[in-house]
């Protein structure tokens, strides 16, 4: 059984940082690309970081400079710091493989930017 588990969600002001967590289970996690999604209410879940299985990163162009994705093979967990946090980037997120496995979604964190 896939399981997916975000964490590190939480309220923050402007400017601050979280670093969000998501640990993953019954997956083959080391051939896959992982990515952290995000969905704002009234908005599409976009993929804002992914990562290869080799350590290549990409970033959407809305935090690229701002946040890291990185991934421990050893603990199967996959990371997101978020730094210069903006009200814009207050959505739920969520770790997936990319492309993204439908049944592998998982609850995500709320993270809030607001002061």
């Known amino acids: 059984q896939v399981q997916l588990v975000e964490s590190g969600g939480g309220l923050v002001q402007p400017g601050g940082s979280l670093r969000l967590s998501c640990a993953a289970s019954?997956?083959?996690?080391?051939?896959?690309?992982m990515g952290w999604y995000r969905q704002a209410p009234g908005k599409q879940r976009e993929l804002v970081a992914r990562?290869?299985?080799?350590?290549?990163?990409n970033y959407a162009a809305s935090v690229r400079g701002r946040f890291t994705i990185s991934r421990d093979y050893a603990k199967n967990t996959v990371y997101l710091q978020m730094n210069s946090l903006k009200p814009e980037d207050t959505a739920a997120y969520y770790c997936?493989?990319?492309?993204?496995?439908?049944?592998?979604w998982g609850q995500g964190t709320q993270v809030t930017v607001s002061s």
């Open positions: 990562i290869t299985s080799g350590g290549t990163t």
């Open positions: 997936n493989t990319d492309p993204p496995v439908s049944a592998y």
């Open positions: 019954g997956i083959i996690f080391r051939p896959n690309a």
